[in-house]
């Protein structure tokens, strides 16, 4: 990985995301993932997320008002003009925060624009979930410069179903055209076999990127992690492809030294690389 420094300052690195109560996904895994890998974090909430222990754990929601969105990028987006190139977009929400998003980044210049996009309908019922989405796919996607969708978003956004990594290579390539962004398709524990497996696929480049498994059970905070480590090296200076490489290491050792909890789901560290 390269130095962490932009000439004698560290490189800045925005994410607009919701917070997670436990401390292993959105906000709070974006801002350890940065400072580990040595860039100044700063975030605008989109959302505070809580999970309900008295109901098998569901996620409690509550959306932060979109002029106070609008607020938190004001601030940082002014106070680091001159420095701030590369942004994360993590959970959103609903289609008024997307739109106060979208609105914000189209007031400057970005370098990298890394869309981690969660989506939230399961199915094409009508509804908030499914104009959430839609908003996102409409108005987000094109604004992106790199695209981590996982299992299920890659699905989502590629109209296709994913069943093994040949599947995952023809999704990657359908998301870059749709978009024109970098794609890392990510398998994960999803699909079958000994590794975990992602696409890496820019329009020139494909790349299968593949680390043994480390259980067979989905880890909190991975994809946040995941997107938020590409932020980072992105904003250092490196390739889209080394990004990715080096997101996938951090990853990687981040979930074989996970966090356990009275919570039925185990937490990434971002301090496992250490």
Not at 7 to 36: C, H, M, V, Y
Not at 62 to 73: G, K
Not at 130 to 149: M, N, Q, S, Y
Not at 170 to 175: D, L, M, S, Y
Request: hydrophobic letters at 45%; charged letters at 20%.
């Amino acid at each position: 990985m390269t130095s962490a420094t932009t000439g004698t300052r560290p490189a800045i690195t925005l994410t607009i995301a919701g917070s997670e109560a436990t401390g292993g996904a959105g906000a709070q895994a974006d801002l350890k993932t940065f400072q580990e890998l040595g860039t100044y974090g700063i975030v605008a909430l989109t959302c505070i997320v809580s999970f309900d222990p008295k109901d098998n754990w569901n996620h409690r929601f509550v959306p932060v008002e979109p002029q106070v969105i609008a607020d938190q990028l004001e601030a940082a987006q002014t106070c680091y003009a001159a420095d701030l190139k590369t942004v994360k977009l993590g959970m959103m929400g609903s289609p008024a925060t997307i739109n106060t998003v979208a609105a914000a980044l189209k007031n400057q210049e970005w370098d990298n624009v890394v869309l981690d996009p969660v989506l939230i309908c399961k199915g094409q019922e009508p509804g908030h979930a499914l104009d959430t989405d839609e908003a996102l796919k409409t108005i987000l996607l094109p604004l992106a410069t790199f695209v981590t969708p996982n299992h299920f978003e890659a699905e989502s956004l590629s109209g296709m179903s994913i069943n093994n990594a040949e599947d995952l290579t023809e999704a990657a390539r359908k998301i870059h055209a749709l978009s024109g962004a970098a794609v890392l398709a990510k398998g994960g524990v999803r699909l079958a076999g000994a590794e975990a497996v992602d696409v890496f696929y820019d329009g020139e480049t494909l790349e299968i990127l593949s680390a043994p498994k480390v259980g067979e059970v989905a880890v909190s905070g991975a994809g946040c992690s995941l997107a938020a480590a590409i932020t980072a090296e992105l904003a250092k200076g490196e390739s889209p492809l080394q990004a990715a490489r080096n997101a996938k290491v951090f990853v990687t050792e981040g979930i074989k030294n996970r966090v356990a909890s009275a919570a039925p789901f185990d937490a990434l560290w971002q301090g496992g690389t250490r």
